[in-house]
């Protein structure tokens, strides 16, 4: 008994947590969600349903359907990297493995608004890369427009989400029993074929955990579509934003918080489900 | 041209500019306020008005875009009056609104213009009496009663800029002095204009061009000020505030700008001579910021004795120096004159900037009809 307490006791601080830094701010948004404004835009509680509505508007369509391409090809991108490279590290690494592993951490060390930055000083018109393409004899100036395109944004997007995918399948590849490969080629297997039907499937749980790490937080992202976007990259996260910090209209942003929230929540039940199904296979 | 980058002083302001986006920790406090106080109502009886003295009260809570005031006239005032100067920076106008109507305790801070009239009207602010102040005298006569604050009674000028256009002479030819230059240069330099990425701004400048009413409150002008900015979205390389970079890195050729960043932009760069700005024939929007005291201020005292410090001729000079705007007194604006002397075009003058057009942040429903079209122009 006094050990089922100890563990109640234990989880109270991490209960409080959630409530006080995700429950009630959650609660605060709703209500404001629902509310309206002062004249100095200041958010005022009521019943505005019609909040929710504007939500709805065709006008957002464009928005959220790009929004939500450019987080499946951040997500497939960030599969077809990182896979390769937490395979190297899980197979190959040897002693290396965690010092690999620190590498592809330590630049999330520096903050991401500097990062997302060096990429402008990167790829700028007059940047290094167009500097080097210049040297090399080709012409235009710049060469290549980088910056302020899809491209940049999904490659911002890949390069920030990145560690995100490799972990969760660096962790599942490490699980894995390395003799199932070898298995698989006394079986006969190809290659690819082992690859195919023993480490792919025995590392699916880390890819999909990997794709809801990265596929989400993309889906709201707007600080690398502000920055190395153009005035075709225009995501759900900064026309939520700009509700806030843009001078916009607070109730209205609320709305699609809680709307883009609802409809992640969706996609992370399936990722719960999908990932509890395996275990309960196997056990 | 590759190597000049490198040479880009990034400042904090046109950074965090950019990067205000993540300013979300001013959006709790605000909605702290919103759900707590409430007193600090739009609606709220006036009390009786009690100025405060400038009489040194204690150290300094600064609160201002960072790098916008000289450090050494801080350091100076410091010295000369032994107190601290606590610095606090902002990122942007919500920001700060957020944290002054939450109630923060700051001494003094730097609301532009129109952010004056809705501070006033939400009772956050101490009245100022003049005579407090040694260096009033050097306040421009049209500023001891400016449209955005009746007989000055809130706040003492601070910066004046202008809008306009900024674009590399040795890159591109044919403008005109029309806010239509982005039209007509649009298809010729595809990928290489930018607009500034902030509502007022944008949607004003195509409401003027279309011969309306910088601050239209009326669906139809707004609705056709949004097509025409649709008609180039395609050409142009984005929307953006960040003109400092955009220009220094070379991204921009063409630029919506502010006159006080264009300054920024000659003083990085290594070929300050290709660089010029124009404003435009059909209406220049002009504005300025302003020293104002929180009515939550601990040291208005101390805040006063600061204000008057910055008027102080000397002062003002050494800080026009420092940041490249005009600061509004007589010696702060002649100081400009002889900075921007080889950049006539930068030339600004008092009378430029009182009849200049002004910007009024949009309230209650314009905000949302404002807002709503200025969606169309991002997410069409």
Known sequence: MTANRLWRLLLAPGALWLLVLFVAPFGVVIAVSLGTTDILGRPVFGWYPENYQQVFDPLFVPVIVRSAAFAVATTVLCLVIGYPVAYMIARYGGRFRNLLIVLIILPWFADYLVRIYAWVVILGDEGVVNGLLQALGFHGSPPVIFLNTPFAVVGGLVYDYLPFMILPIYAALERMNPSLIEAGKDLYGTPLQTFLHVTWPATIQGVVAGAVLVGLPAVGDFATAQILGGPNTYMVGNLIQEQFTGGGYWPFGAALSIVLMVLLSFLMIFYLRSASRPTEAMS | ?380
């Not at chain 2, 809130?154 to 806010?179: E, F, M, N």
């Not at chain 2, 008027?311 to 002889?338: C, D, M, R, S, W």
Request: aromatic letters at 12%; a negative charge.
């Open chain 2, 1 to 380: 041209m590759a190597s000049e980058i490198w040479k880009a002083d990034f400042n904090r302001r046109e950074f965090l500019r950019g990067g205000a986006a993540l300013g979300l920790g001013g959006t709790a406090l605000w909605l702290a306020a919103a759900c707590g106080g409430g007193t600090a109502g739009a609606g709220s009886t006036p009390t009786p008005i009690n100025y405060p003295k400038a009489v040194i009260d204690g150290d300094l809570e600064y609160f201002n875009w960072s790098e916008y005031l000289d450090p050494d006239t801080i350091k100076g005032f410091e010295k000369q009056y032994g107190v601290k100067v606590h610095q606090t920076n902002f990122d942007n106008m919500q920001g700060m609104m957020a944290k002054i109507n939450a109630g923060v305790p700051y001494d003094v801070t730097f609301p532009t213009m129109d952010f004056v009239d809705q501070l006033v009207k939400a009772n956050v602010l101490l009245p100022i009496d003049h005579t407090q102040l040694v260096n009033w005298g050097e306040v421009p006569s049209y500023f001891n009663d400016p449209w955005y604050d009746p007989k000055a009674l809130y706040s003492v000028p601070y910066a004046l800029w202008t809008t306009g256009i900024c674009w590399r002479t040795d890159k591109v030819q044919g403008l005109t002095g029309s806010w239509s230059d982005f039209w007509t240069l649009a298809p010729n330099y595809n990928g290489k204009i930018f607009l500034l990425d902030d509502f007022q701004e944008t949607l004003g400048m195509s409401l003027l061009r279309n011969k309306k009413d910088i601050n239209s409150g009326s669906r139809s002008d707004l609705d056709s000020a949004v097509a025409e900015i649709l008609k180039i979205k395609s050409n142009l390389r984005g929307f953006s505030t960040d003109d400092i970079t955009n220009l220094v890195s070379g991204s921009a050729w063409v630029h919506h700008a502010w006159s006080g960043d264009v300054y920024q932009v000659i003083n990085q760069v290594n070929n300050p001579e290709v660089f010029k700005y124009e404003v435009a024939s059909e209406g220049v929007p002009t504005g300025n910021d302003t020293f104002v005291i929180p009515k939550n201020a601990q040291h208005p005292g101390t805040a006063l004795k600061f204000i008057d410090w910055m008027l102080a001729p000397e002062h003002a000079t050494a800080n026009v120096n420092y940041f490249g705007y005009p600061q509004v007194t007589t010696t702060g604006i002649a100081a400009y004159q002889k900075l921007v002397a080889q950049y006539p075009f930068l030339s600004l003058t008092l009378d430029q900037a009182i009849h200049g057009l002004r910007e009024i942040v949009p309230t209650g429903a314009k905000l949302q009809l404002w807002d709503s079209e200025w969606t169309k122009v991002k997410a069409g």
